[in-house]
C-alpha cells in the first residue's frame, strides 16, 4: 500500500484509483489554460508565492532545477540533514558544495519538520 493510512482515511480510498492527466478534456499539465492553472493560482495563492507551477516528473526534477538554477560550481547551500535523496545528484550536478543543518523535530507527526532562520 502505497498511501499513508492517515491521508487515506482523511480523504478516502477513491482518490488514489485514478491517473489522468494525460488526457486533454483534464488540462495540460506542460501548459495549462484550464483546471491546472486554476489550481496552480490557488496552491500559490495559499502558500504566499506569486507563481506556482505543478512538477511534470516528480520531486526529484523540481529539486534539481532549483539548485541548478540559483547555484553555481563552488557556491555553498544549506542543506537539512533530512533532504531528499535527489539533493545529491543536484549538488554533484551545480558544482555546489553542502552546509548541513539539523531539522526541528516534529512531536505532533514524529518526523524531523523545518527548518528555521
Known amino acids: 500500500k502505497v498511501v499513508p493510512s492517515l491521508l487515506s482515511n482523511f480523504i478516502g480510498a477513491g482518490a488514489f484509483l485514478h ?50 538554477g540559483t547555484c553555481c560550481p563552488g557556491d555553498y547551500i544549506v542543506v537539512p540533514r533530512n533532504y531528499h535523496i535527489s539533493v545529491i545528484s543536484a549538488l554533484i550536478l551545480s558544482g555546489a558544495q553542502p552546509k548541513y543543518i539539523v531539522s526541528e523535530y516534529s512531536s505532533m507527526w514524529d518526523i524531523a519538520g523545518g527548518i528555521t532562520p
Do not use: H
Open 19 to 68: 491517473d489522468l492527466p494525460g488526457l486533454p478534456e483534464l488540462d495540460d499539465l506542460f501548459y495549462p489554460k484550464g483546471v491546472i492553472l486554476d489550481a496552480q493560482n490557488r496552491a500559490a495563492q495559499l502558500f504566499g508565492s506569486s507563481k506556482m507551477w505543478f512538477l511534470v516528473n516528480g520531486s526529484t526534477c523540481g529539486i534539481q532545477a532549483a539548485v541548478m
